[in-house]
């Protein structure tokens, strides 16, 4: 009977064992973009337009930079004046992304006739891409009481799928608050799980 | 003599054939309309009551046809949105001082919008992450909200904010497989069924 009881706990330990690791092993496309900009890792630029200076983002932008450069070996952004770059390039405007909408990020292919506009569905799924266009939406944020730590999860969110990442509510989900969960959250930094999903795809 | 002229009308009329072919390519790839999304952050909604409480207008509410494409920008600047009516079949909460009543016909904004690929031939239709846009002549409960970017109702919280119920729209549901939108329609489904199965007719 002893030995019964014994055999069920240890199986479902394992059990318990192998489900939990898997969810926190998922790098699948879902999380992690099989996409990627094209530059590499320690040569990422971002360029910060006036706009983000006119309405006070200055500082949430550089935390996301700061925060996602130290969190991974393989990234490094340094900014650059190239408004026309290969990088990551960020806007901010008022009500211009649609009612609940606070921030997006649009991937683009530098082709032989100008910027060509990729498919976020086909990013995920390989389709690298020369520049990342992220928008903060002032006005959305504004009426939802954004306070500083939702701009800089919101922000840093937004950095995060410009460097492949993927939404961590997506199943398989990853539980509790992240710079890659979405919408309203106080979060100033990345988490471990957010960290350790940017080291899968950058490395250590 | 006669042979060069000969020669000379014959490859004019082949290189007016291939600009033409080119002419008529280029046009034809041109009027294609390419579907791509940007990923985001937005609202995020846990259950249909939270939802509720964050927007102005709930109403069972069937599209037309007409719709009026608006952008500001060109190409990769480019942002927009698009206006069209829909009449009010029911009103399930109001949270405004204004009076709708049912059959009144008002003017809504969608989060997505058409451009111009520039020298590329065709045209960009932009969503936004889950967002399909809505179909013609198909019947949804909405969550309306008033937005200053519009000057209009605005369908809110992307695809929290619109559910088909008469099956008409396959992309709707295709997008939202797997994700907690998937939950809410189910839960909005569930709590106005009686509402909706007056205007449903399943396509």
């Keep these: 009977m002893r030995k019964k009881s014994f055999k069920v706990i240890l199986v479902s330990f394992l059990l318990l064992l192998i489900s939990t690791s898997y969810v926190f092993a998922d790098y699948s496309s879902v999380h992690v973009y099989l996409g990627t900009i094209r530059t590499s890792g320690n040569d990422l630029e971002y360029y910060k337009d006036s706009s983000i200076a006119s309405y006070g983002y200055t500082s949430h932008v550089d935390n996301a930079v700061s925060q996602w450069s130290s969190a991974s070996g393989g990234v490094d952004i340094t900014s650059t004046n190239d408004e026309d770059c290969e990088c990551i390039a960020v806007y901010a405007g008022r009500y211009i992304l649609g009612s609940g909408t606070y921030a997006s990020t649009g991937y683009y292919d530098n082709g032989f006739f100008g910027w060509n506009h990729l498919d976020a569905d086909d990013v995920h799924e390989g389709d690298n891409f020369d520049r990342a266009r992220i928008r903060i939406d002032d006005g959305n944020m504004d009426d939802a009481g954004f306070t500083a730590p939702n701009a800089n999860k919101t922000i840093g969110h937004e950095f995060g799928h410009a460097l492949g990442l993927g939404h961590f509510e997506d199943s398989p989900s990853h539980s509790g608050d992240h710079w890659m969960k979405s919408g309203q959250i106080s979060l100033s930094a990345p988490t471990s799980t957010d960290k350790d999903h940017l080291k899968n795809k950058w490395g250590n | ?203």
């Design chain 2, 1 to 203: 003599m006669l042979q060069t002229s000969k020669k000379g009308t014959a490859i004019s009329l082949l290189l007016l054939f291939i600009i033409m072919s080119l002419v008529t390519m280029y046009l034809i790839f041109d009027s294609k309309v390419y579907t791509v999304t940007n990923s985001a952050d937005y609202a995020v909604y846990d259950d249909i009551d939270s939802l509720s409480r964050s927007v102005d207008l709930v109403v069972i509410a069937e599209t037309g046809k007409d719709k009026v494409n608006k952008v500001f920008g060109e190409g990769i600047d480019a942002s927009g949105y698009t206006l069209r009516n829909i009449k009010i079949l029911k009103v399930l909460i109001n949270n405004t001082n204004d009076d709708f009543t049912n059959k009144d016909s008002i003017e809504i904004s969608e989060p997505y919008y058409i451009v111009d690929r520039g020298v590329l031939p065709g045209k960009d239709k932009v969503l936004m992450e889950n967002y399909t846009e809505l179909q013609d002549n198909s019947k949804y409960v909405m969550y309306l909200k008033w937005y200053k970017g519009s000057d209009s109702y605005a369908i809110h919280a992307l695809a929290q904010g619109k559910y088909n119920i008469d099956g008409s729209d396959i992309d709707e549901d295709k997008k939202i497989k797997n994700s907690h939108v998937e939950l809410l329609k189910e839960s909005v489904l569930k709590k106005y069924n009686s509402e909706i199965s007056k205007y449903r007719d399943i396509k």
